[in-house]
Every structure is written in structure tokens, then in C-alpha cells.
């Protein structure tokens, strides 16, 4: 028996090497090297001048500000869409079925759906030639907040209904039933149940659509049309124009702390 667990415990072992040289890889390893370059100046001196340049600098504390009301605007669209979507998936008989076609256009490239909403919502686009169909003058949609917050709400919904759908899908209906039977309403069953139980997959939907909203920059671009500025696009702009790789870093380390924060401020409290 000792000799078997020991042989599992060496296979388990071996089985994790490829999971630690991918983290190690592709999440330690681009962290240490922001917090390292964030040290350096455009000349490559080390210095703390990029910190206080950031904290001291209305534009970048705007930036901030706006990349988290930016982020607070998308996840609470995409949680007030998700829920009940999620909640009525899991009444339907073919629920897996509709959640897989929920979930298909995210195999679609990010940058193929910025294009394809460009058409959509253009002046000579599907929506102003509707408008122009019913009498009424064209708009101008793309690169506006209202674009910029739907289309990133629109790519970032199936990362919100996933995580609500499985914690829905988990409550035992035995409960929901005991809550029926003792008198309680469908209001009052919902409130005192069922939201409650579902709260870890709000929380992990809270995370898969906030942290990610914090960063966003093609879409700023493309969408947004640079009208929406981010501390995702600061950081593009640092590393691909200006090469100040230092400042860049430094952006994406404050990025860093502000998700852990959330990701801190959104996790399972233990009673």
C-alpha cells in the first residue's frame, strides 16, 4: 500500500512539471521582468522617477480613473445581461446546447469582431442604413463611449454568464423546493436562495470581466477611436511609440496591484 501511494505521489509529480514550467514561463516570468524594467528610465538608469512620475501626474490618475469606471460601466452591463440569461438556461431542456452557442463567438479572433462591429456601426454601416430606411438622420456611433462599452460588453458576456450558469446549475433543487413549501415566494425564494447560492460564480464572473476591462487597448483603438483613453492604451502607446519601456512597466505593475485588489475585494468570505 505504502509502495502504491508512493509510486502515485511520484506520478502526480511528474504529471505537474509541464503546469509549473507554463506558469513559471508565462505568468512569473513577464511579472519579475515588469517589475524590473519599471526601475528604468527611457536611458536605462535605474531610478523610482516612473512611480513618482505616475502618482504625481493628473493625466495617468485620469487614465486610472477612467480605466476602472470604464471596467465598473462593462461588468455591470454584462452581470445584469448574464444573470437572468444564465438563469433561464438553466430551466431550458437543451441547456448545455444553448450555453455552447453562447460561448461560440468567443473562438472567434478578438480582432475579427473589432472589424466586424467597425462595419456595423459606421457611417455607411448596417445601423445608419436602417436609420436612413426608417427617415431618420445617421448617427455617428463608432468611436463613442456607447460603442466602445457595447462591443466590449458584447465580447466579455460569455465570461459572465459561464461562471453564474455552473454555480446556478449546481443548487440543489431540493432546496429551492423546501423554500417553496414552506410558504416563501418565487421573490422571496430567489432573494434568500438562490442569489446567495450563487454568489461564487457572480464573484468569478465579477473577475473574468473586470480584470480584463482594466487593460483593454485594441478596442479603445478600433472602437473607441483613441476617444477612450485607458491605462491599456498608455501602455501600448509606451512600448510600441514612445520605447519607454520603463514607464510602461510601471503602468502595467499598477495594473497588477489594482487586480489583485479586486481579485481580493471579490473573493469568498470565509465565516
Do not use: C
Amino acid at each position: 500500500m505504502l509502495l502504491r501511494r508512493s509510486v502515485m505521489k511520484k506520478t502526480s509529480n511528474l504529471f505537474s512539471i509541464p503546469y509549473l514550467l507554463w506558469i513559471g514561463l508565462f505568468v512569473v516570468t513577464p511579472v519579475i521582468l515588469i517589475l524590473y524594467y519599471s526601475f528604468f528610465d527611457i536611458e536605462g538608469h535605474f531610478t523610482f522617477t516612473n512611480y513618482q512620475t505616475f502618482l504625481s501626474s493628473w493625466t495617468y490618475l485620469k487614465m486610472g480613473l477612467n480605466s476602472v469606471l470604464y471596467a465598473g460601466i462593462i461588468t455591470v452591463v454584462t452581470l445584469l445581461i448574464s444573470y437572468p440569461t444564465a438563469l433561464i438556461l438553466t430551466h431550458l431542456k437543451h441547456k448545455q446546447l444553448w450555453l455552447m452557442l453562447i460561448v461560440l463567438p468567443t473562438w472567434i479572433n478578438l480582432l475579427l469582431k473589432a472589424y466586424a462591429f467597425m462595419g456595423i456601426f459606421g457611417n455607411q454601416g448596417a445601423v445608419n442604413h436602417f436609420l436612413h430606411f426608417m427617415g431618420l438622420a445617421p448617427q455617428q456611433i463608432l468611436f463613442t463611449d456607447f460603442s466602445f462599452i457595447f462591443v466590449a460588453s458584447y465580447i466579455e458576456i460569455p465570461f459572465m454568464i459561464l461562471p453564474i450558469f455552473n454555480a446556478l446549475n449546481d443548487i440543489d433543487q431540493s432546496l429551492i423546493n423546501a423554500s417553496r413549501d414552506l410558504g416563501a415566494t418565487e421573490r422571496q425564494t430567489f432573494q434568500k436562495v438562490i442569489f446567495p447560492l450563487s454568489m461564487n460564480g457572480v464573484r468569478s464572473g465579477v473577475q473574468s470581466v473586470f480584470i480584463p476591462s482594466l487593460s483593454l487597448f485594441m478596442l479603445t483603438r478600433l472602437i473607441g477611436g483613441n476617444r477612450v483613453i485607458t491605462l491599456g492604451t498608455a501602455i501600448e502607446q509606451h512600448f510600441l511609440t514612445t520605447q519607454n519601456w520603463g514607464m510602461g512597466s510601471t503602468i502595467g505593475v499598477v495594473l497588477i496591484i489594482a487586480m489583485l485588489i479586486i481579485m481580493w475585494l471579490t473573493k469568498e468570505k470565509t465565516k
